[in-house]
């Protein structure tokens, strides 16, 4: 077996562990990669030939791309690539692994130069996904940012054009879901995370990706596809069960769809008489509007609304349709994203209502009037560990779509989404997104060392 087969075992035997592996031995993998680092290192024997400068500078080359392999920074194979860099400092790949020294290091400025570097000398898939991760961690002033998340997104498309595998792929999801979370939460950017994703996904090198099926749960669950975001971190979990991250999720979900349900069926777990109460005023108050009513937005421009009941409505988006109800209760979320409550309308339907960018200490309260302008509605009704989940809800993505007590929510109830960078050490691959708050989105990983959000 050639030296450069045998680091490809090297970094196989690391991304595919827990395809031969049980789980059980997730605490031994660092250590049982070190052990096949360490043979590898073995196959390694300096040239004799000295003279043979190429075939030398490929050999340190690949014992440098081996020491590579673990997650930590490695002293000695920054010192080979260093010295190969200034003898041959027009080895792309050199370049590249320089570049991972120095992102491991912490240097994210030097790294982003040796990838450039690289991309001077020809244009590889490498260094455009490294520049497009890299990117996403720089900036001071928000206009900076938002270039750089830009321009991360342009690197990594044109990574997947000179090569089209699933980490060229992953990471357009990632520069989509960053740019989603950083410029209004345009719709676009969240569906295209979605499809690059699932292009990532046929790949399969990216099959045991934990972090891949983390970040494509964290676009599903925003997009409230409740069932795929519960397999997708069931995946994250089997393929890295020492990150607690997953489970936390998956439990957070879990029970938020059980609070969901419960406090359907109960009303609110309000009294007969508190609902009969409620509905009484609700209709009252219905009695004496009008089919139509006409609201001022963030603009400054007039709309005008059409009463509707829920059963009126159609699955999705009703433009132009207004839905009025009273406030039953609201439902616990251990991350507080979304803010949700549970509407009864006059019929004593009661349905879940799920406000995105909702600002900390703004909301409603059990008895408060609503009304929700454009509702998009949703049906759900799936299975997953034998529980069944059946109810409905409607989304609200802006609090500026809500109307309390005959006042329209104003800007400062909307919290503007942050992205934050989060260090966490983990393997070439790494790179996952967690929604903390409803003000601050989360990414991590992606990369040795630094992580991204």
């Given at each position: 077996m050639s030296l450069q087969e045998s680091v490809k075992k090297l970094y196989e035997f690391r991304d595919f562990f827990f395809e031969d592996h049980s789980s059980e031995l997730a605490d031994k993998k660092t250590e049982l990669l070190a052990s096949e680092l360490n043979k590898t290192l073995k196959l390694f024997v300096k040239e004799k030939d000295e003279s043979d400068s190429c075939k030398n500078a490929e050999s340190e080359l690949l014992k440098a791309?081996?020491?590579?392999?673990?997650?930590?920074?490695?002293?000695?194979a920054f010192e080979i690539l260093t010295k190969l860099v200034k003898f041959h400092p027009r080895l792309v790949d050199?370049?590249?692994?320089?570049?991972?020294?120095?992102?491991?290091?912490?240097?994210?400025?030097?790294?982003?130069?040796?990838?450039e570097n690289a991309l001077r000398e020809g244009k590889n898939a490498e260094s455009l996904q490294n520049l497009s991760m890299i990117l996403r961690q720089l900036g001071e002033t928000p206009e900076e940012k938002q270039k750089n998340?830009?321009?991360?997104?342009?690197?990594?498309?044109?990574?997947v054009e000179v090569n089209d595998d699933g980490k060229s792929w992953y990471i357009v999801g990632n520069a989509n879901l960053s740019l989603f979370f950083s410029l209004n939460q345009s719709p676009n950017y969240l569906k295209e995370s979605l499809l690059a994703y699932?292009?990532?996904?046929?790949?399969?090198?990216?099959?045991?990706?934990?972090?891949?099926?983390?970040?494509?749960?964290?676009?599903?669950?925003?997009?409230?596809?409740?069932?795929?975001?519960l397999?997708?971190?069931?995946?994250?979990?089997?393929?890295?069960?020492?990150?607690?991250?997953p489970q936390e999720e998956l439990e957070s979900l879990v029970n938020h769809l059980k609070n969901i349900q419960l406090m359907i069926s109960t009303k609110g777990k309000l009294k007969s008489r508190k609902i009969r109460e409620i509905i009484s005023a609700l209709k009252k108050e219905l009695d004496n509007s009008n089919s139509t009513e006409t609201f001022v937005n963030s603009i400054g421009r007039s709309e005008t609304y059409q009463h509707s009941k829920i059963s009126d409505l159609q699955e999705g988006s009703n433009t132009g349709k207004m839905l009025k109800g009273k406030v039953a209760c609201h439902v616990y979320c251990s991350n507080s994203l979304p803010f949700t409550f549970c509407l009864l309308d006059e019929k004593e339907n009661c349905f879940a209502v799920n406000v995105y960018n909702m600002a900390q200490g703004k909301g409603v309260i059990i008895?408060?009037?609503?009304?929700?302008?454009?509702?998009?509605?949703?049906?759900?009704?799936?299975?997953?560990?034998?529980?069944?989940?059946?109810?409905?809800s409607i989304r609200v993505n802006s609090p500026l779509q809500l109307v309390a007590n005959k006042r329209r929510f104003g800007r400062d109830t909307v919290a503007t989404p942050q992205l934050s960078v989060i260090v966490k050490k983990c393997t070439r691959q790494k790179g996952?997104?967690?929604?903390?708050?409803?003000?601050?989105?989360?990414?991590?990983?992606?990369?040795?060392?630094?992580?991204?959000?």
């Open positions: 791309k081996a020491l590579n392999v673990l997650p930590e920074y490695s002293p000695e050199a370049l590249n692994e320089l570049g991972l020294c120095f992102w491991k290091k912490g240097d994210v400025k030097a790294a982003k130069k040796c990838f998340m830009l321009e991360s997104l342009e690197k990594a498309k044109e990574a699932n292009h990532a996904s046929q790949d399969k090198a990216m099959k045991c990706n934990p972090d891949l099926y983390y970040n494509w749960a964290m676009a599903l669950k925003y997009d409230e596809n409740y069932k795929l975001t397999e997708k971190l069931e995946l994250s979990i089997k393929y890295d069960p020492l990150w607690t991250k008895g408060d009037s609503v009304i929700i302008l454009d509702p998009h509605i949703q049906h759900f009704n799936f299975e997953f560990k034998d529980n069944t989940y059946a109810f409905s996952y997104l967690q929604a903390v708050t409803n003000k601050t989105v989360t990414f991590q990983g992606e990369h040795n060392l630094v992580t991204f959000q």
